[in-house]
C-alpha cells in the first residue's frame, strides 16, 4: 500500500490550495479514506473523511474546515484531492492523507486517535500560511 501526497506549499491568508494523494496497492473505492493534519506540537486531527462506496460514501468534515475545504476523488486514478480555499494562518500544519478498510472512520478516529483509526498513510505535504 502506498499513499503519496503533493501540493502543498507556502500561500497568503484568503488564499488557495489543492492537495492530492496518489495511491496504490489496495482497493481505492472500498476503502474509508481521509485528511488529516498535525501542527507542531498538536494531535494530529480530522480533517475530513470519506466512507467507502461499500458503506455509504458519506463525507464528514471538521468544524474548522466546514464550507471551505472540500474533499474529491477520481477512482480511476486513485487519487484523492482536498481542495483548500479562504484558508487561514491557523491551518498551518502538514497534512496526510490515509486509507483504511473499517468504516466509520470519522467516529474511530474520535474515539481512537487518528493514527489508532486509520492502518495506512502517506508521508505528508506541508501547508503554510502566512497572515
Known amino acids: 500500500v502506498q499513499l503519496v501526497e503533493s501540493g502543498g506549499g507556502l500561500v497568503q491568508s484568503g488564499g488557495s490550495l489543492r492537495l492530492s494523494c496518489v495511491t496504490s496497492g489496495f482497493a481505492f473505492d472500498r476503502y474509508t479514506l481521509g485528511w488529516f493534519r498535525q501542527a507542531p506540537g498538536k494531535e494530529r486531527e480530522g480533517v475530513v473523511v470519506?466512507?467507502?462506496?461499500?458503506?455509504?460514501?458519506?463525507?464528514r468534515y471538521g468544524d474548522s474546515v466546514q464550507g471551505r475545504f472540500t474533499l474529491s476523488k477520481d477512482n480511476a486514478k486513485k487519487t484523492l484531492y482536498l481542495e483548500m480555499n479562504s484558508l487561514k494562518p491557523e491551518d498551518t500544519a502538514m497534512y496526510y492523507c490515509?486509507?483504511?478498510?473499517?468504516?466509520?472512520?470519522?467516529?474511530?478516529?474520535?474515539?481512537?486517535?487518528?493514527?489508532?483509526?486509520?492502518?495506512?498513510w502517506g508521508q505528508g505535504t506541508q501547508v503554510t500560511v502566512s497572515s
Open positions: 490515509a486509507a483504511d478498510d473499517r468504516p466509520m472512520g470519522w467516529v474511530r478516529h474520535q474515539i481512537y486517535g487518528a493514527q489508532a483509526a486509520f492502518d495506512y
Open positions: 470519506v466512507e467507502s462506496e461499500d458503506s455509504d460514501g458519506s463525507l
